[in-house]
Every structure is written in C-alpha cells, then in structure tokens.
C-alpha cells in the first residue's frame, strides 16, 4: 500500500501562490509604500538583491568532497600478533585403509551406502524401488 491515490490538496510539483488580498486600501497602499521604501534604501546603499545572491556564490568556498570517514570514526589498525612462522602444506586426503568395507553401493537414487559384506551387495541390487 504505497501508492495511494491523493486529492488535489497534495502536490508534489509546487504550491503557486494566489493573488495577494488586503484587509483593506490602506494596508494596500501601506504594504506598498514600505516595499518602496525597502527597493529606495537597497539602491541607496548600493546592495541588490540579484547582485548580493552572486557575490555571496562567488565569495564561497569551493566545495570539497571526501569519501572518507567522517574525523574520529576513523579504524583503529591493530598489529597482527607476531609469531613463528611455519610453512602451509595440504594435509593428504583421508582414505580408508582398512578391511570391513568392501565397497560402496547405491540403494534408491544417490543414496551411497557401505557394503560389509557379498551377501549385502546381493540383497541391494536386487532390491526395487
């Protein structure tokens, strides 16, 4: 149930705004003789906005990436224990030296099953599925 369908409340390209209502004229016209007033003093002082949003990009310091750990969540390297060293050799393979087992048979499939004796290697292969 992740994809509900949603009203037309819920937008997810971005919210337009209406046009502006005034309680009254006077606040109209008080709302725009402020926004006169704040454009006049921004040419005064000889700061725009356009203009204070690109000096301050370009007066910001690049930005540098890196992927390492964040400072103090570094690993901890740790010697490895120091000892004799010996040399690696494979171990022979085990195999059955002794006298009981005559072989190995499969009964049902691949299911392989040690042989003691001639009488048991008879009975397996006469045995059905």
Same mark, same amino acid.
């Given at each position: 149930?992740? *994809?509900?369908?949603? /009203? ?5 390209? /971005?919210?337009?705004? /209406?046009?502006?209502?005034? !309680? $009254? ?21 000889? &700061? ?8 301050? !990009? ?5 930005? &540098?990436?890196?992927? +390492?750990?964040?400072? +103090?969540?570094?690993? &901890?390297?740790? !010697? $490895? ?16 030296? +002794?006298?009981? &087992?005559? +072989?190995? /048979? ?5 299911? !392989?099953?040690?042989? *003691? ?13």
């Amino acid at each position: 149930m992740a *994809f509900h369908l949603e /009203g037309p409340w819920l937008t997810t390209t /971005g919210k337009k705004r /209406g046009k502006k209502k005034w !309680a $009254s004229a006077e606040a109209k016209q008080q709302a725009e003789e402020l926004e006169a007033k704040w454009k006049d003093l921004l040419k005064r002082q000889g &700061v725009e906005k356009e203009e204070r949003s690109k000096r301050r !990009a370009l007066n910001s310091p690049p930005l &540098v990436y890196n992927p +390492g750990p964040p400072p +103090g969540r570094e690993t &901890v390297r740790i !010697a $490895s224990l120091e000892s004799t060293w010996a040399p690696c050799v494979q171990t022979p393979n085990p195999v059955y030296t +002794g006298t009981k &087992v005559r +072989g190995i /048979g499969t009964m049902h499939k691949s299911n !392989a099953v040690p042989i *003691f004796s001639d009488e048991e290697a008879k009975e397996i292969s006469s045995m059905r599925r």
